[in-house]
């Protein structure tokens, strides 16, 4: 070893510590036949570039693994596409709202709500929020447009006069509208 | 240059690979005893590195045989600037380095330290001093493998093959200042492991 190399104090102390260690790493041997190997190798490296230029190109070949990394994705892909699209369209058919109407009148004594969803019938009953002369009813309609009004002690119609679409029916009454459509594009269309 | 392995290595190797004359410039003949040369002259120093810095037998079996591969396919390249011998450090360290840039997302090594009883020039006489002999040289080499590559290559260069830093940074490629900070970051590292007391 070259002086410059040598370490000072406790450097030169471990150093040749490690040194009287490592020393039992020295001297193994390249095992028989290691030659032997070499020249094999060689050869086989030889044979085998000698050769490639007959080979079919690469890019020509019929790639197993990627036909089938093809169709694996293709596969994952359609049944993706087909569980996405089914829950998809459940989720519109099951699609439905909670609505509350609300109607003022301070001197009915009965309120019913009608309309085709409950095909006219006067079984939805509105009831009196406490100490006010609001009425109020909730029902949960599927998505669609519906005409409806409210009868007043059993015998006065009316529409409801917050809605902003109203149709008159072949009798001469007026209804009113409300549309539970959500896409913006179809609600044109109405 | 002499060759160990003998004239008849020169005749089997020129008759069997394919030397090209007119690629390299230098004859068959030339190359081929070049080759066997480096080969006999260098295959037990290479293999113990490779031994070394895999812990693995039959890696460093792999390795060497890329080595001299490699050597072989670049013998007309060879310009004469570095000794034979540093230049075939050097390709059997990019070899091990290729293997480590390979292999880095795996367990590179498998430390699968062998009993190297079996070709040690060593002077343990009975069986029982082998098997201590042996048992610490496994130990150490474990010590040797717990360090990081960067590290392990200046170590075992500089206290199993002996090699000056000067030397040590010519086969590397690296600056000699940054091969003595290696080998003293290792030392403090093998010293806490191999618990050396000063």
Redesign the interface.
Known sequence: MKNHDRFSGDDDALDRLIRERLAALQGFKAPKGAVDSVYRRIKDADASSATAPFRRPHTFGFNWRLVFSVLTACIMTAALTFVLTRSLTESEVEKTYIIRFVYENNSAETVTLMGDFNNWREDTMMYRVAETSYWTAQVELAEGVYKYGFLIDGEEWTSDPLASLRVEDSYGNENSLIVLVDDAEKRTHL | MKTK?GTG?CDR?ST???FDEQHTGVSVELQAHDFDTI??EN??A???LL??LTGDFHLS?DL???T??KA?RSLGSYRGNAKLSTWIYSIALNVFRDHIRRNRWTHPFQISLLS?K?????SESTPEEQYI?NE??MD??KR?MELKPAFRIP?VLY??D?F???RIAEITGRSQSDIKVSL?RA?KV??KR?A?R?
């Open positions: 392995g290595g190797i069997l690979l394919p080969l006999h295959k037990h290479i293999f113990n031994f070394r079996e060497f045989q890329e001299f591969l072989y190297d079996s070709d040690f020039t060593s002999a610490e040289r150490i080499q040797l170590v206290y199993i002996g000056s830093i000067s003293h030392r093998l010293q191999m050396l000063i």
